[in-house]
């Protein structure tokens, strides 16, 4: 296993992929059953695009309308545990379960919310190759080095494309 203050990619991404949907359709079968039905549940880390280097993790977002995220919380509380290391807001909470394979991290957002940009950022790297290429690029510049380095760079990068996406609206 990989110490988790070192960023590593999967060995094999194309597996990683293909154990992250797996994952994913287990996972969603439960989280719409246990969500308001404004819930939109969608698979959005790097295993969710073709192409894209992973760590090997799986990301899912979940997205309600406001006045059920509430009800939305409490749901995935009952069920995982709370990501200690993330932010939480009015808007914005993360969940994860680190016994799941592979790591699983679940992140409730508010529909059109501050934070409720992950699907935007997922669906820019499918739908632009220079943008995914220099996605990948930051992850191998980052890989088998330290953690916080990699989620600043990250950051920033997913910053930028936000930003851009934003103004091509």
Known sequence: MTHPDTFSLAPDP????????RLFAAVRRDLVARLPPSAEV???GATAIPGCLTKGDLDIVVRVEAADFAAAEAGLA???GRNAGSARTDGFAAFEDARRTPH???QLTVKGGALDGFHRFAEALRTDPALLRRYN????AHHDGPMAPYRAAKDAFVAEVLRLAASDA
């Open 14 to 21: 194309d597996a990683a992929r293909a154990a992250a949907d």
């Open 137 to 140: 690029d930051l992850k191998r």
């Open 78 to 80: 009952g069920a995982f």
């Open 104 to 106: 699983l991290g679940i």
């Open 42 to 44: 969608l698979h959005v």
